[in-house]
């Protein structure tokens, strides 16, 4: 009897530690959410133009030789600097303060948002794909990490396909939600993405939502438009959709692509929401 009593003591006493153990845990995780929620509710403040409008809250190569490639590729590089430049030289547009985001990030590229799916934030551009996975806007090293832009894509989003990638963290934050496109319901509700940059705003539609492996064509980019690759890679990401969206991509047009971490699946996919350009609105 004594080593029953024993027994039930030590099973009470297992049961409240690892009930503590996770109440902290739950209280920490609530509180790294309620931290970065409420960053980037500061930084959407910040973004907010001088006129008070607030902002939403809510590769593979040609067969060319490599001399060929050198060149073209310095051609093209030197363009995207001058691009780049007259970029950064707006101040504001379309209701955002790009002059003071970069004076939090200078590597600011655009604003991302999805309007009804809980996703509003700034995208940058690094130098690679590691540094914002661990990075926050503000450059602080943070588990949320930040929205960024393949760091070989075109800043401005002007190439045929620009991939734009988040975590998927608790709590809804940064692109948690693009899983909930599994759902043909969550699409009809949020069709549409929307992009900011400083030269232009581009509305997407999303014509396929892929569970894709690190060989899908979702990673694949620099192709020119209307070029057969590029319809090529079109007509694949639409046969691999999840499902029938209703939208027919056209390759005369830009698309871009959001990834994620699909947490139920194996760790090498990742969910991928493929959205093609249907307006562009140059800034005034």
């Known amino acids: 009897m004594k080593k029953l009593k024993t027994f039930a003591v030590s099973v009470i006493a297992a049961s409240l530690g690892l009930l503590i153990y996770c109440g902290g845990f739950y209280i920490k995780s609530y509180e790294q959410n309620l931290a970065?929620?409420?960053g980037y509710e500061e930084i959407a403040d910040i973004a907010a133009t001088s006129d008070g409008e607030k902002i939403p809250k809510i590769e593979k190569k040609d067969g060319s030789s490599s001399k060929e490639k050198s060149k073209s590729e310095k051609k093209r590089n030197k363009k995207n600097q001058k691009d780049t430049d007259k970029a950064d030289k707006i101040r504001e547009s379309?209701?955002?303060s790009w002059e003071n985001l970069r004076?939090?990030?200078?590597?600011?590229?655009a604003w991302i948002t999805i309007p009804g799916?809980?996703?509003s934030y700034p995208v940058v551009q690094g130098t690679d794909d590691e540094y914002y996975l661990r990075h926050n806007f503000k450059k602080e090293e943070d588990l949320f990490g930040c929205?960024?832009?393949?760091?070989?894509?075109?800043?401005d989003l002007t190439g045929s396909h620009s991939i734009i990638y988040g975590h998927n963290m608790e709590g809804n934050m940064m692109f948690a939600n693009l899983n909930r496109?599994?759902?043909?319901?969550?699409?009809?509700?949020?069709?549409?993405?929307?992009i900011l940059t400083p030269e232009r705003k581009f509305l997407y539609r999303i014509f396929s939502v892929e569970q894709a492996s690190s060989h899908s064509p979702a990673f694949e980019y620099g192709y020119e438009l209307s070029s057969s690759a590029y319809k090529r890679q079109l007509s694949v990401l639409k046969n691999n959709s999840m499902y029938d969206t209703g939208v027919e991509p056209?390759?005369?047009?830009r698309m871009v692509t959001l990834i994620t971490c699909n947490s139920h699946?194996?760790?090498e996919i990742r969910m991928a929401v493929h959205g093609i350009c249907y307006e562009i609105e140059k800034a005034e």
């Open 181 to 194: 496109y599994e759902q043909p319901e969550f699409l009809k509700l949020c069709p549409e993405i929307e």
């Open 36 to 38: 970065a929620k409420q």
């Open 117 to 119: 799916a809980d996703i």
């Open 103 to 109: 004076k939090i990030n200078s590597q600011v590229a």
């Open 265 to 267: 699946l194996d760790k």
């Open 250 to 253: 056209n390759e005369t047009e």
């Open 147 to 155: 929205i960024f832009l393949e760091h070989n894509n075109k800043k």
């Open 94 to 96: 379309f209701g955002i």
